[in-house]
């Protein structure tokens, strides 16, 4: 008679955990990119002549690339480490007397969404 309670005591625990469910959040689409992050705001560099919220993303491997926030409303101020999702875009400058900027092109990575940790 033990067995049979104990036998069905496991049934319902077996059942009521198989039918446990957890929902998570789709994450963003596009491409993400993560690492060490360094703001470039108030910083001139040739980058600002095609993007002027932008910074610097340095993954674990040590490789750097740009990262732009176009369309964002703010980009982070005290972030050490950042997620990014977004897009690569290459912009191009035509010959402009009046800009301090030369004419050329660059890709760098166009930001959607971004979370510190």
Partial sequence: MKQFFFAISM????????TATTTQE????GISLSGEYRSLKGVQTSASCYCFELAELVSAR????I?????????????????????YTTKTRDEDPNSP??????RFFSVQQYECY
């Fill in 11 to 18: 049934l319902f625990l077996l059942l009521a955990c198989k």
């Fill in 26 to 29: 789709a994450p963003p689409e």
């Fill in 62 to 65: 040590g490789a750097v690339t």
């Fill in 67 to 87: 990262i732009c926030f176009e369309g964002e409303d703010e980009m982070p101020e005290n972030c050490q480490k950042i997620k990014v999702w977004g897009e």
């Fill in 101 to 106: 900027c030369p004419a050329g092109e660059m």
